[in-house]
């Protein structure tokens, strides 16, 4: 909050830019801008006068592929964007990547030979993230070290991937808010159906129903999806596009990313407050018998 209105901020901001000749400008996890007015502003800023020296260039960084989905027709047209694609890393590539930090890390002999190959599958397998990869090593070796054990073993690798799952998504999960929590409860109902992957609408038909049921005011379609955004980009779900034919087009399919069990146990004040629905009655009871 600035205490100014937009159209003074914005003011400000092509003041700034017209001292300048050619400008990029990076907007990381753009799929969180929550008003797209900027991403419609920026690119026509010269076409409307506001800038008459500066030429403005935009770059969107987002781990979200069905972002643009979300975007009004008008700003679509103004971005003329061209999609440049990252592919996660595979697993020789995570490989190479771990094999650099155990040089460092780790003492010789301290890997068992495979080690190293099960991380980097492991991070192949989840998102491709070396950041996660790297993290699984790291809980493995801390494993080992606190058993005294001579080397780290593919056991000490399976328990440390078991016990940074349940971290992530238990402190994942907790630190939501309740319309993100409402959102991933719609997705898990469809998981215990065996009815995932599902499209953002199959999911939103649920979450309204959700929080109708409960009397909670829903968010519309574009709050909903950026709080599925946030749920992919935290790892608790997943979201693959997919090619639907000539008349579905492209759409993401969302499912979950870990165990229903421990999705439905760590949701379980959100069930306890909305209603248990009738898919996961099985899981809920487990839940609350442990």
Known sequence: MTGYPQSKVYQFLWEELDQYGTILIILDEVDHVNDDSLLYQIPRARDNGYVTSAKIGLIGISNDLSYREGLS??????LCEKEVYFPP????ELRKVLEQRTQVAFRDDALSEDVIPLCAAYGAKDSGDARQAINLLLEAGDIARNENAPQVTKPHVDQAKRKL?????????????EHARLTLY??????ADGETPVTSP???ERYLA?????????????????????????????????NLGRRGG?????GLNYDLGLITETLADTIDEIGVHRSIQSFAKNSSEQ
Do not use: N, W
């Not at 027709?73 to 103004?78: D, E, F, H, T």
């Not at 492209?250 to 969302?254: I, M």
């Open 165 to 177: 799952e349940s971290d992530q998504i238990t402190t994942g999960v907790s630190k939501l808010t």
């Open 186 to 191: 719609a997705l898990t109902t469809f998981a």
């Open 250 to 254: 492209k759409k993401v399919l969302y």
């Open 89 to 92: 890393y595979d697993a020789g």
């Open 202 to 204: 199959t999911i939103r």
């Open 210 to 242: 959700l929080c109708s049921s409960s009397g909670i005011d829903p968010l519309s379609h574009r709050q909903m999806q950026s709080h599925l955004s946030e749920l992919k980009m935290m790892g608790v779900i997943t979201g693959k596009e997919r």
């Open 73 to 78: 027709a008008k700003v679509q047209s103004s």
